[in-house]
């Protein structure tokens, strides 16, 4: 009897710690479980991470795409929106005050004169037609008196022409004639006033804009000479600077010379109209004397 509980005490001492052992196994099994999971939790969560970072490294890098372009914009729209004056001003300070400024003054005093030759020229344009018709009815109603009042009443050379003809009339055809070619000349010259500095300075300023060349190749070659060697930021840089004075030298002469020829052609028409308009006035005292 004894014999057997102690059997029955051994078996339920093995079966005791057989369960112990499971519950162990099966805890570790647990922990081991909740150990991957977490594992499992954390490396999704680090990919999830990662994806989100790539994100917004791919967001990032298609904004700084986008930028650029824009940055590359805004850089020529800034390029773009200096105006030609900005530019000819920089250009200008490049050149060196010197020569430049002469050049300035060339380009001042030879607008000043053109300005004030195409407003005369404008103001002495006659109106060659309508002034024969007032004299001829001035003649035809009141005689060379009331025809000399009309030309003093009239500005324009032509009406000053008239004038001088009209005085000499009691002297004969012959002097009318005369008088009226002397006085064209001198109308002429008025006409023509001011215009030899127009060509003065057309000629000048090309050779201001050449002499400033030379002397800025000269300095080029002093610093060379100074420097020891021959750097190409230093040659660039002095024949850049001499350059720029041949260049504005050139452009000035371009302006004036276009003003000129407008001088000029203008001085040719007014001429024309003067000649045409004397030879019909002599005709009309002609037919009044003849009367």
């Known amino acids: 009897m004894k014999r057997a509980l102690s059997i029955l005490a051994m078996l339920a001492i093995m079966f005791g710690s057989t369960n112990l ?18 594992n499992d939790s954390t490396m999704e969560a680090g990919n999830d991470t990662t994806e ?10 298609e904004a700084a795409e986008e930028e650029a372009p824009a940055e590359e914009a805004a850089a020529e729209e800034v390029v773009e ?7 000819l001003k920089e250009k200008f300070i490049e050149g060196g005050a010197g020569f430049m400024g002469i050049v300035l003054i060339a380009l001042i005093l030879g607008l000043a004169i053109c300005i ?22 001035a003649l035809q109603s009141g005689g060379v008196e009331a025809a000399k009042e009309v030309c003093r009443n009239t500005r324009g050379p032509v009406a000053s022409i008239f004038y001088q003809g009209l005085e000499r009339h009691s002297e004969g055809i012959e002097m009318v004639e005369k008088s009226i070619v002397s006085y064209g000349s001198v109308q002429m010259g008025l006409l023509e006033r001011n215009v030899s500095w127009i060509s003065l300075f057309i000629a000048l300023a090309p050779m201001l804009g050449f002499m400033g060349t030379v002397i800025g190749m000269i300095d080029a070659f002093d610093a060379i000479e100074a420097a020891g060697d021959i750097s ?9 600077v001499a350059l720029l004075t ?10 004036l010379q276009i003003f000129y020829n407008y001088i000029i052609a203008k001085v040719d028409s007014i001429v024309n109209s003067m000649e045409d308009a004397s030879i019909s006035l002599v005709d009309m005292l002609v037919r009044y004397e003849n009367k």
């Open 21 to 38: 052992m499971a519950q162990e196994d099966a805890a570790a099994d647990g922990a081991a479980t909740e150990e991957v999971a977490s």
């Open 81 to 87: 929106d200096q105006t030609f004056h900005q530019i």
């Open 246 to 255: 041949t260049v504005f030298g050139l452009i000035v002469a371009i302006i």
């Open 52 to 61: 989100a970072a790539g994100d917004s490294t791919a967001v990032a890098e």
């Open 116 to 137: 004030e030759r195409i407003i005369y020229l404008n103001m002495a344009t006659p109106n060659a037609k309508r002034l024969l018709a007032e004299i001829e009815n």
């Open 232 to 240: 190409p930021s230093l040659v660039a840089g002095g024949i850049k």
